[in-house]
């Protein structure tokens, strides 16, 4: 299925007078500040997340996978649904491929049909985490990490494959996770473990093209419950200063223990020019993978605020690499994504109403009321009439959701796919 323009400005025509209204009166009121809306605009439409290949079908938990009907059955229709997203959002236009969940069989032609939605290839991520079929060692007891000899040049070889995969598409980064730890006090050396994972990320880097990134993810607990390899922002960017000045750390929002301040890691890794990557998702209690936005909203537009910040002052901070890494159990999974894109998008957009300049004032004058009102106001301004703007000035959809179910998109997918499909993913 294709979502074309012209469908979506005659969807478009029933919110359209209403919709210029909020705009005219968000405009109006901003008028008095030093923001300029068209660029405010700008922006929005300029900011494209990378949609995870696993995320387009229905997510499982460790105690069983619900399938979603006309689930996407290849890598082709995983890019065909990124497409549709896309069409309606005008902001996924890029995938973020996992091996070897997702690998092409005819190069060629997934780039063109990638081209065709306009699709860019975004970081690949490897996978250490699982064994596949007919391999030789397994990763039970860890890959990069592993006291085999054998396991971590195969766990090496895996991710040295990946970013030749990912290079014939045009990607230019690879993100590494890794599952690597214990689960019981004694079970791992810590010091061995970590100094195997730092050779076997040095061997990764070295062999990568030159004008690509290592991105290096760091996770708390789970699926090891006792200890993580990599565990927290200083482990990874110890590990990243090891590898050279390609590797990065790379944030994703569900990999901390409750309570923890995410938005001062990212202005500090981004001070030190080391932030990466980003994953977005949102949660309540561990790395629940939720939809960005749906439980603290308000941490996430301080984590904007940072990045915002960082993005106009630490010109040491390469460009970052935006992904969605979420997985959906009880609603539709390309209704989901559009949902967190939308709450990425209204995070960015209030962050960009804070005025860093009377901010600065205040928080040199002590004037610690000031700030907090500086930052709530911007919060509370309602954005959605910028975004929708954007998505207007694209061709995409005023109301994304809305379009989406007026065009039966789901039943359509469903027509075309069958309702037993099941996407390759967790
Ligand atoms: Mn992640």
């Known amino acids: ?22 705009f005219d009166f968000l405009a109006q009121s901003l008028s008095h500040s030093d923001t300029d809306v068209n660029t405010l605009v700008a922006k929005l439409a300029e900011f494209q997340v990378a949609i995870p290949s696993w995320a387009l079908g229905a997510g499982g938990t460790r105690f069983g996978r619900f399938s979603f009907s006309g689930e996407p059955a290849s890598l082709e229709q995983k890019i065909e649904d990124i497409g549709l997203i896309h069409s309606l959002t005008q902001t996924a236009g890029a995938v ?141 960017l110890m590990l990243a200063n090891g590898c050279g000045e390609r590797a990065y750390t790379l944030v994703d929002l569900g990999h901390h223990l409750p309570n923890t301040n995410i938005e001062q890691i990212v202005s500090i890794l981004m001070l030190k020019g080391k932030l990466g990557g980003f994953h977005f998702n949102d949660s309540k209690y561990g790395d629940d993978d939720l939809t960005v936005g749906s439980i603290k909203p308000y941490a996430l537009f301080l984590i904007f605020n940072e990045l915002v910040y960082g993005m106009q002052n630490n010109p040491q901070n390469p460009e970052l690499g935006w992904m ?33 300049n009377a901010l600065r004032a205040a928080q040199e004058a002590h004037d610690v009321t000031t700030c907090q009102e500086l930052l709530q106001n911007a919060y509370r301004t309602d954005v959605r009439p910028l975004i929708r703007e954007a998505r207007l000035r694209h061709g995409g959809a005023l109301n994304p959701i809305e379009a989406y179910r007026a065009l039966e998109v789901r039943k359509n997918l469903i027509n075309e796919r069958g309702n037993k499909t099941v996407a390759t993913g967790l």
């Open 1 to 22: 299925m294709n979502i074309n323009k012209q469908q979506l400005a005659d969807l478009n025509k029933t919110n359209l007078k209403n919709h210029q209204t909020h």
């Open 96 to 236: 973020s491929l996992h091996i070897p969940w997702d690998v092409p069989n005819d190069y060629n032609a997934i780039k063109e049909l990638a081209a065709l939605h306009s699709i860019k290839f975004d970081a690949v991520n490897s996978n250490t985490f699982q064994d596949q079929k007919n391999q030789k060692e397994s990763y039970k007891y860890g890959s990069l990490s592993n006291t085999s000899a054998a396991v971590r040049e195969q766990a090496i070889a895996h991710n040295k494959e990946v970013v030749e995969i990912g290079n014939q598409l045009g990607s230019k980064a690879l993100t590494v996770w890794l599952a690597d730890g214990s689960s019981f006090p004694g079970q791992n050396n810590f010091q061995t473990a970590l100094t195997h994972t730092q050779n076997s990320l040095i061997s990764i880097y070295e062999d990568m093209p030159a004008d690509w990134k290592l991105y290096i993810e760091y996770k708390p607990y789970e699926p090891n419950f006792y200890s993580t390899v990599i565990q927290d922002w200083g482990t990874s």
């Open 324 to 356: 969605i890494d979420a997985s959906h159990n009880v609603k539709d999974p390309l209704e989901d994504l559009i949902q967190s894109l939308e709450a990425i998008q209204e995070a960015y957009a209030k962050a960009l109403l804070i005025d860093q």
